[in-house]
């Protein structure tokens, strides 16, 4: 069964358990999710009322972009473990041949590089969340703004949860250029969402 199908009780069972999946990654994806979860309930609540009729273009942009990415988060909290099976799996081949060991070292190198790349493509997700949340500052139901500063909040989270992911996978990447790449350009996006989210939180706290 996926984690996205267990109750919420269950899950937190497995989690707080000492099976090591899920783990970080997985718990970083479901904040992601959590947070655009915020974004959309927003949107909803300000969507179709004659009183916000200024923000329905904004709000029904974002519900829009706000469902794609939230199907990709959600989807990444189950893709996260299946990737830590996958590289569990792989050092567990047998490695009495030659033969044996070079399939085992392929395995080792493909499991890693598809469990640096989920949250990799998480921080993705949760950075064009907290763009997404910027856009709704002021142009949604006013009475839901802390939801807002919540969902910044889980997406930073998000962000750099994976990031951490990211990283100690990193030195399984045996491809130099990918490597480079993931390094470069997740810690470009991790500082970038911290900037933002801290900007979205300041001003929504300045506001209530």
């Known amino acids: 069964m996926k984690l996205v199908d267990l109750t919420v009780n ?30 959309m309930m927003v949107t909803d609540l300000t969507i179709g009322r004659e009183k916000y009729a200024d923000y329905q273009e904004v709000c029904k942009e974002a ?17 996260d473990t299946d990737a830590y099976n996958l590289v569990a799996n792989a050092f567990k081949m047998p490695r009495e041949t030659e033969e044996e060991k070079t399939a085992r070292k392929q395995a080792i190198a493909d499991g890693t590089m598809v469990a640096t790349q989920i949250p990799y493509n998480v921080m993705g997700y949760a950075y064009e969340g907290l763009l ?28 750099k949860g994976a990031w951490l992911n990211v990283k100690i996978n990193l030195p399984g990447v045996k491809d130099e250029n990918k490597a480079k790449a993931f390094a470069e350009e997740g810690q470009k996006i991790c500082k970038e969402s911290e900037m933002l989210a801290n900007a979205i939180y300041e001003e929504i706290a300045n506001q209530l």
């Open 63 to 79: 519900k829009e972009k706000g469902a794609v990415l939230f199907e990709k988060l959600t989807k990444a909290i189950d893709e």
């Open 132 to 159: 997404l949340t910027k856009t709704m500052i002021g142009k949604s139901n006013p009475n839901a703004t802390s939801d807002l500063g919540v969902a910044a909040l889980g997406l930073l989270s998000a962000v």
């Open 10 to 39: 269950s899950y937190l069972d497995i989690l707080k358990s000492n099976a090591p999946a899920p783990g970080g990654g997985s718990v970083s994806a479901l904040a992601g999710a959590q947070a655009v979860g915020l974004v």
